[in-house]
């Protein structure tokens, strides 16, 4: 079920563009959306700092006792990107999930527009997961970021990857999906779901839902998910200790600010 979804999803990202070509606009996204990266690069010049914030109690397990998990100790994460021109960034994160560290490159091969407007890009990188006990704490990625605008107000987005290690599988394989919902006044409204991967027993279907509000030279994204992962390893391989359900609801937030906007 999961394969025929993501290969629909990619057909109807693909076939649409390739039959009727049009020019279209340049959509006011960031370089992510919650978890997973978008098509697009930073500008060469402009520095963009990034703050992640996933409280680790559910909404339900915390309830009003606990203001709905907002007591709980939270998974605080900080990174740092630059954009070097020609579609192509890179970035420095740091999770304290695992204490782990992520660096990524990204280039932006094709933007939308009239001879092609599908948004493609290829993210590499690599995971060094620090917390000790680990016996393997290296692992590298390769993502492929799938884009297509519909009307003037829905991206859509299909993201493949492969991860050569996770904290319990070796050669991963995952696929995100996306959307961006851009509503007025500079409000969007950004959804994830990444299918639960099938090497793991335990594993479940993440989702993650974002309000988007952008002002110059910033993003504030107010977080719903279920899972805590906010790292290509853990996201594509669904395999975080103690695991996650389906109907599970964190909260948290994402702070972006860039330099200059």
Avoid: C
């Avoid at 959509?27 to 680790?56: C, D, I, S």
């Amino acid at each position: 079920m999961a394969r025929r979804l993501i290969l629909t999803a990619i057909i109807t990202l693909i076939v649409p563009g390739l039959v009727a070509a049009q020019d279209v606009a340049q959509p006011e996204l960031q370089t992510r959306l919650v978890n997973l990266p978008t098509h697009l690069a930073l500008t060469g010049g402009t520095m963009q700092v990034l703050f992640t914030h996933r409280f680790t109690d559910t909404v339900s397990h915390a309830g009003a006792g606990n203001l709905y998990g907002l007591d709980s100790s939270a998974d605080i994460g900080i990174g740092l990107a630059m954009g070097f021109g020609h579609g192509l960034d890179a970035e420095v994160y740091r999770s304290a999930l695992f204490k782990e560290y992520e660096a990524a490159l990204k280039w932006t091969a094709l933007r939308q527009g009239r001879s092609f407007p599908l948004g493609v890009a290829f993210r590499f990188g690599s995971d060094y997961r620090a917390v000790s006990g680990l016996k393997d704490r290296w692992a590298g990625f390769a993502q492929v970021v799938i884009a297509r605008r519909f009307g003037s107000s829905l991206d859509v987005f299909v993201v493949p990857t492969f991860v050569s290690d996770t904290p319990t599988l070796r050669k991963a394989r995952n696929v995100g999906l996306g959307i961006s919902l851009h509503l007025p006044h500079a409000w969007d409204i950004a959804g994830e779901a990444v299918p639960a991967n099938r090497d793991v027993s335990s594993s479940h279907a993440a989702w993650a839902v974002g309000f988007v509000k952008r002002v110059p030279g910033h993003a504030f994204l107010i977080y719903f998910g279920n899972s805590r992962a906010t790292t290509t390893d853990l996201i594509a391989g669904s395999d975080i200790p103690g695991g996650f359900n389906r109907g599970d609801v964190r909260l948290g937030f994402n702070l972006i600010r860039r330099f200059p906007e």
